[in-house]
C-alpha cells in the first residue's frame, strides 16, 4: 500500500472540494486540513489530505 499526499491550493473556500470528494467517495482519505498563505498577492488556502493507493497486479 502506498500513501500519497493530495493538495489543492484555491482563492475559493472548502466548496472546491466538492468535486474531489464525489469523485472518491468509495476511497478512505483522511479529514482535509487547511491551511491559509499567500501567492502572488492573493489570499489562497491550501488543503491537503492524504489517500491510501492498493496496487493491484
Same mark, same amino acid.
Given at each position: 500500500?502506498?500513501?500519497? $499526499?493530495? /493538495?489543492?491550493? !484555491? *482563492?475559493?473556500?472548502? $466548496?472546491?472540494?466538492? @468535486? %474531489?470528494?464525489?469523485? +472518491? /467517495? $468509495?476511497?478512505?482519505?483522511? /479529514? %482535509?486540513?487547511?491551511? @491559509?498563505?499567500?501567492? &502572488?498577492?492573493? *489570499?489562497?488556502? &491550501?488543503? !491537503? *489530505? +492524504?489517500?491510501?493507493?492498493v496496487a493491484r497486479g
Amino acid at each position: 500500500m502506498t500513501e500519497y $499526499r493530495v /493538495s489543492l491550493f !484555491t *482563492t475559493g473556500t472548502e $466548496r472546491e472540494l466538492i @468535486p %474531489f470528494k464525489k469523485e +472518491f /467517495s $468509495r476511497e478512505q482519505y483522511e /479529514s %482535509f486540513t487547511g491551511v @491559509p498563505g499567500d501567492e &502572488n498577492d492573493d *489570499t489562497v488556502t &491550501n488543503f !491537503t *489530505t +492524504f489517500v491510501d493507493v492498493v496496487a493491484r497486479g
